[in-house]
């Protein structure tokens, strides 16, 4: 059971905005054209998890919208998941539970002064990912021991 909400992230590569895929958003966007509320869970995992250089975009087959992994907007989306059941779905922050799935979290590998250009360009995200991450986590633990909420963080 996915509980009251989910959200994942996504780039949509068409209108070159954020997406962020929620129940919430689901049940309450409607006649938007342009944008995939409407999405299912599993179309809504293949849009968040399609990282450039391993996965071709995402492809919505109703719209054509094309979607990438939402890395770019929130390495780490708690503390939007965190603002999004606190602020539109009004809910106790004692009471919020988050799980967050498939953030990087490894260090940088060292490069030689000739390394190649590809070399480099595969090794982008680990060079900023790691300070991404656990900013996001300090400033989720730090909102929700604020609100007395006992926050777990668990990486696989």
């Known amino acids: 059971m996915l509980g009251d909400e989910v959200l994942f992230t996504a780039w949509d590569i068409n209108h070159r905005t954020p997406r962020f895929f929620t129940k919430w958003a689901k049940k309450n966007i409607k006649n938007d054209k ?3 509320y409407s999405l299912s869970l599993d179309q809504m995992t293949l849009a968040s998890a399609a990282i450039p250089l391993y996965f071709y975009p995402y492809e919505h087959k109703k719209t054509g919208n094309l979607y990438s992994s939402g890395v770019g ?3 780490s989306p708690s503390m939007f998941a ?3 059941a606190i602020e539109r779905l009004k809910k106790d922050p004692k009471t919020i539970r988050l799980v967050n799935v498939g953030n ?4 940088p590998q060292k490069l030689s002064t000739k390394a190649s250009l590809l070399a ?3 090794r982008l995200p680990s060079l900023y990912s790691e300070s991404k991450t656990h900013t996001m986590k300090y400033m989720t633990t730090a909102i929700l021991n604020k609100f007395k909420n006992k926050y777990h963080n668990f990486e696989i």
């Open 34 to 36: 342009t944008q995939d």
């Open 73 to 75: 907007i929130a390495e």
């Open 82 to 84: 965190l603002q999004h």
């Open 104 to 107: 990087i979290n490894s260090l």
């Open 120 to 122: 480099w360009v595969e």
